[in-house]
């Protein structure tokens, strides 16, 4: 129960119960009629969760879903992933917009999206030291916006040395895109 609320439970229970007006409970129970035709409206007499239903963001839909797509393929810490949100997608964004987007699509937690491994049985493999220069490239299917004629293509590449990354998105996925 919130500190400063002018009615409890039992109160409440009482206000939904009467058949009383709602000056008549006021006027009885030292609150504003507001808060009498509130309590009348509602099923039960537990208080409501005091937080938005929608946080505000600065990330549209679209930005969300390329967010959404880079984390779960270049697999980037929240700092890493908001240096490349701010060169390439929203320079505006702070750091809570990419941390409230991750966690509404559920992939917050890093740990839970590195592979898993198979058992005792398979041996542990390192990673190869690659010189600066070896860029991989993943190319994600993004889906259609509600705005969009067509689908986009987000071209991915990081530079397994420096981790250094480079983002583009793509209408059709002509052949020269991949290259480029």
């Known amino acids: 129960m919130y500190a400063n609320a002018t009615t409890t439970p039992k109160t409440r229970h009482f206000i939904q119960a009467s058949t009383q007006s709602?000056?008549?409970?006021a006027n009885e129970m030292g609150v504003s009629e507001d808060t009498i035709r509130r309590w009348k409206r509602r099923d039960d007499v537990a208080d409501g969760s005091r937080t938005p239903h929608r946080l505000p963001t600065t990330l549209t839909p679209a930005r969300e879903v390329v967010v959404v797509a880079l984390r779960k393929t270049l697999l980037l810490s929240l700092d890493d992933l908001l240096v490349v949100t701010r060169e390439f997608i929203h320079p505006e964004v702070s750091r809570s917009g990419p941390d409230h987007c991750l966690r509404r699509h559920g992939v917050a937690d890093l740990k839970a999206l590195l592979p898993r491994e198979k058992g005792p049985q398979?041996?542990?493999?390192?990673?190869?030291?690659?010189?600066?220069?070896?860029?991989?490239?993943?190319?994600?299917?993004?889906?259609?916006?509600?705005?969009?004629?067509?689908?986009?293509?987000?071209?991915?590449?990081?530079?397994?040395?420096?981790?250094?990354?480079?983002?583009?998105?793509?209408?059709?996925?002509?052949?020269?895109?991949s290259s480029a």
């Open 22 to 25: 709602v000056t008549q409970l």
């Open 122 to 177: 398979t041996p542990v493999k390192t990673f190869n030291a690659y010189e600066p220069g070896f860029v991989h490239v993943d190319i994600n299917y993004l889906p259609q916006m509600p705005d969009a004629d067509q689908r986009t293509y987000l071209f991915a590449a990081i530079d397994r040395a420096t981790r250094w990354v480079y983002v583009e998105s793509h209408q059709p996925p002509p052949a020269a895109s």
